[in-house]
């Protein structure tokens, strides 16, 4: 069977020549699939399967297994790269999405969420902290008003603090991409 989809690498572990990938995709939930070669320069996957890269993949599934068949970048996020916070904060994003993210056909507002935030991010149109926190609890709002207010910095102070609390009370464990963003925020 194959589907055509389009994702976000959330996660990529290299194997042998080849990566893993976790793909939260629009219609699918979250995806793993395997890219031949990928890990290779030369490979036509190199850049179209690497952490944080939007893509639209064709998926064959084998053996109750996705193969990449086919992958053409939508968005690679480049400016995440221009700093340890953003590409840091990016990677938390990611892990937070691959733990509760749905695996089902639910999670076109899942994608959404990461997607904005990952552009915010990229083009420093809103702060860290309020982007943390609108990933970890604001996301229950109306989308269209998600990104949309404004807080002082006191009273984000204590936004980041609470919606940080708030999610992980919710999950069973601490995100080590989390301890590494306390190292250097």
Do not use: Q
């Amino acid at each position: 069977m194959e589907i055509t989809v389009s994702g976000l690498i959330i996660k990529e572990k290299p194997f042998k020549g080849d990566r893993i990938l976790l793909i939260l995709t629009n219609d699918h939930g979250v995806v793993t699939a395997y890219a031949k070669g990928a890990k290779s320069p030369k490979s036509r996957f190199a850049s179209s399967t690497e952490l944080f890269c939007y893509s639209r993949f064709v998926l064959t599934e084998k053996k109750d297994n996705y193969w990449v068949e086919n992958a053409d970048v939508i968005d690679v996020f480049f400016g995440l790269r221009d700093s340890i916070e953003k590409i840091s904060l990016a990677s938390y994003f990611c892990e937070i999405a691959s733990v509760l993210s749905p695996v089902d056909n639910n999670s076109h507002e899942y994608l959404r969420l990461i997607l904005n935030c990952l552009k915010f991010l990229e083009k420093n149109k809103k702060s860290f902290f309020f982007l943390k926190s609108v990933y970890e609890h604001i996301i229950y709002s109306p989308f269209d008003k998600l990104f949309s207010f404004s807080l002082s910095e006191k009273s984000l102070e204590i936004l980041k603090d609470t919606s940080e609390k708030y999610l992980l009370s919710h999950i069973d464990f601490t995100p080590k991409t989390l301890l590494f963003l306390h190292t250097i925020m």
